[in-house]
């Protein structure tokens, strides 16, 4: 699926989706599009009812008055009585009216909101991967927007609706030949519609696509903000901003002016009819076949017959772009992929025992491909990682409080390996099992609290570094305290004016690498993982500070695997296996690794910065 915009639908399309996409809203938002359209059936009631009001006055009022030069008072009275009732009971209906169409217009973003997020936390991470942020944000925002749009105008048009039909019953019994004059207005309406909508729906479905193009483009810029600046490509990216920007102006733009030509023309051509109507009606009263108080009646009820013509302009051009976002919308709730988990829970504690058999991942452009000759003949170069991405074939067991270092080139699959570890992605072959069960088979609750995996790039949260240790769950003080200061981070958060509330600001910019490495460390420790996974989590850290971490995590029952470089962190661990070509080329005690494997031996000394030997 691409959360990119769909082809513009045909008119025949346009209308079937448009038809289908009001019955979904009417469906999502019942109560309030209820209220609507009682409101807008009070308000068309008394609109009718107040032509006849008018034409009354115009007969028993206006008219005697004049020629008797004088008007009674009560009958003044009666005939402001009968004026202020109609349009206070207008006005209830416009109220109505006005908050049922809002009401379901913000219910449905809600709802349309909670559901694609709800799905977006579904999804896989690989799904994640082949959509950028931008569009994803934009799904979620100005898609949902566009998709409710289209509530907006519904009550009134139901009510009008029925205002139509009244009309149309009064017109014709009023005055037929006028009736026929009037109604003569309709195919040009008609055509003015269809016209607007041909022009108009290719123009909204590019304009909805740029607004996602726009706000992908803004969201790379924030989010690489740094590497802007450092690199000096400010104005790169403010040119690559204000193009699309823009085509997005250039679009909006175009949809203004089909507007601005559609909407004069739908107002004008009422406005034509009711000329032609009074010209006719006019010498119709000469002829003595009808009155002025009808003759005022019949011309504000075609007055009437315009309004609905407007609401029906108005439906129809939110059309193109709610159905364009509806689509958008519907291809993220639409969406297969899942990941699925069993039922069972953990009941044993303590350090979990973790086994990889034959396991094997691929990236999704990645082809399957024999490697094994290869990873025994061909040296370890750059070029020979990228032209591999994923794991071959891993097989290996962790006991149970074991710390295990994962060692290797880059891009030799020690990071996807972790992930799979945590069930970031399940592997295309093999299984991986934690205490002999496969993780397909624990629920994802229990898995969440069984399995922890810290990142090198941390992420916090724009809060106080409590918040972002307990991330709001009711751990208390004490917890808090402990897993800090076994990440080694309490010192440094104690010194701080604020302490455990300093807010950190977004991504945690008031922070070091190493000091958000730690905190995230404490988020990760606090929930007492059965399986943790440090993915080079303290390479922002001294080496003093990371042996202290290493050293702290030991007095947790937990088993530890380190994706790891350093020699000062490697030495910890009870057993180190060495990854190459995504396959597992030996393991072993550090020195043991270290005197039989020069491949191993020259990794680790290009990475200690004293080069000496263990």
Same mark, same amino acid.
């Given at each position: ?32 599009? $209820? &209220?609507?359209? *009682? /409101? ?48 206070? $009971? ?18 449905? %973003? ?32 100005? !898609? ?38 009037? #109604? ?12 607007? %909508? ?100 019949? $011309? ?58 034959? *396991? /094997? ?23 020979? !990682? ?15 409080? %074991? ?13 996807? #390996? ?35 995996? &810290? ?115 490697? &030495? ?32 680790? !000394? ?9």
């Amino acid at each position: 699926m691409s959360t990119g915009t769909p082809s513009p639908p045909t008119d025949v399309a346009l209308l079937g989706r448009g038809r289908t996409l009001i019955a979904r809203q009417l469906r999502r938002a019942p109560k309030e599009f $209820a &209220v609507g359209g *009682v /409101g807008t059936v009070v308000f068309a009631t008394m609109t009718i009812v107040s032509s006849f009001v008018i034409g009354w006055i115009t007969d028993t009022v206006l008219i005697p008055g004049v020629a008797a030069g004088e008007v009674a008072a009560s009958t003044l009275a009666g005939a402001a009585l009968a004026v202020l009732g109609v349009a206070a $009971a207008r006005g209830v209906g416009i109220t109505m009216r006005r908050m049922g169409a809002y009401f379901a217009q913000y219910r449905l %973003q809600y709802r349309d909101r909670i559901e694609v997020t709800n799905r977006y936390l579904e999804l896989p991470i690989e799904w994640h991967r082949r959509h950028p942020t931008g569009q994803l944000l934009s799904n979620v925002n100005e !898609d949902v927007e566009a998709a409710s749009f289209i509530a907006a105008p519904l009550p009134m048009a139901f009510g009008v609706v029925v205002m139509l039909a009244i009309t149309g019953i009064l017109l014709v019994l009023t005055d037929p030949f006028l009736a026929l004059i009037g #109604f003569s207005v309709g195919p040009a309406l008609a055509a003015a519609n269809y016209t607007f %909508q041909r022009r108009m729906r290719a123009v909204a479905a590019k304009a909805q696509r740029l607004r996602a193009e726009v706000a992908e483009i803004a969201h790379e810029s924030f989010d690489a903000a740094l590497v802007v600046k450092t690199l000096g490509r400010e104005d790169a990216e403010v040119g690559r901003f204000g193009a699309q920007s823009d085509a997005l102006r250039d679009r909006m733009v175009e949809v203004g002016k089909l507007r601005a030509s559609f909407d004069p023309l739908i107002e004008a051509l009422p406005t034509i009819g009711i000329l032609a109507v009074l010209a006719v009606g006019a010498w119709r009263v000469d002829q003595g076949a009808l009155s002025a108080g009808d003759l005022v009646t019949f $011309a504000y009820l075609f007055g009437l017959v315009a309004l609905p013509m407007r609401v029906f302009g108005w439906l129809l051009g939110e059309l193109p772009r709610s159905v364009v976002g509806m689509d958008r919308v519907e291809g993220v709730l639409g969406e297969q992929e899942s990941v699925a988990y069993g039922a069972h829970a953990p009941t044993s504690w303590g350090g979990a025992a973790a086994r990889a058999e034959s *396991v /094997g991942y691929l990236y999704p452009e990645t082809e399957y491909e024999d490697l094994s000759k290869a990873a025994r003949t061909a040296p370890t170069t750059a070029a020979a !990682d990228d032209d591999r991405r994923g794991i071959e074939s891993v097989t290996l067991s962790v006991a149970p409080g %074991q710390t295990v270092a994962l060692v290797g080139p880059t891009g030799s699959g020690k990071s996807t #390996f972790a992930h799979l570890l945590v069930r970031l992605f399940d592997p295309d072959r093999g299984e991986i099992c934690l205490d002999g069960r496969g993780l397909v088979e624990f629920d994802r609750t229990s898995l969440a609290g069984s399995v922890g995996i &810290v990142f090198q790039e941390t992420f916090l949260f724009n809060d106080s570094i409590y918040t972002n240790i307990t991330l709001g769950e009711p751990f208390d003080e004490a917890e808090v305290l402990a897993a800090a200061k076994i990440a080694q981070a309490h010192d440094f958060i104690a010194a701080l004016e604020d302490g455990y509330a300093t807010v950190v600001g977004e991504r945690g910019a008031s922070l070091s690498g190493g000091q958000r490495q730690r905190i995230a460390l404490a988020r990760a420790i606090i929930r007492r993982p059965r399986l943790l996974v440090l993915d080079d989590a303290t390479s922002a850290v001294d080496p003093a500070v990371e042996s202290a971490i290493l050293a702290g995590l030991r007095q947790l029952d937990t088993t530890v695997v380190i994706v790891a470089y350093r020699r000062s962190s490697i &030495v910890l661990a009870d057993e180190v296996i060495y990854l190459d070509y995504g396959r597992v080329i030996d393991r072993g005690a550090h020195d043991e690794l270290y005197a039989r494997l020069p491949a191993y031996r020259a990794l680790i !000394d290009a990475y200690d910065t004293q080069g000496d030997a263990p």
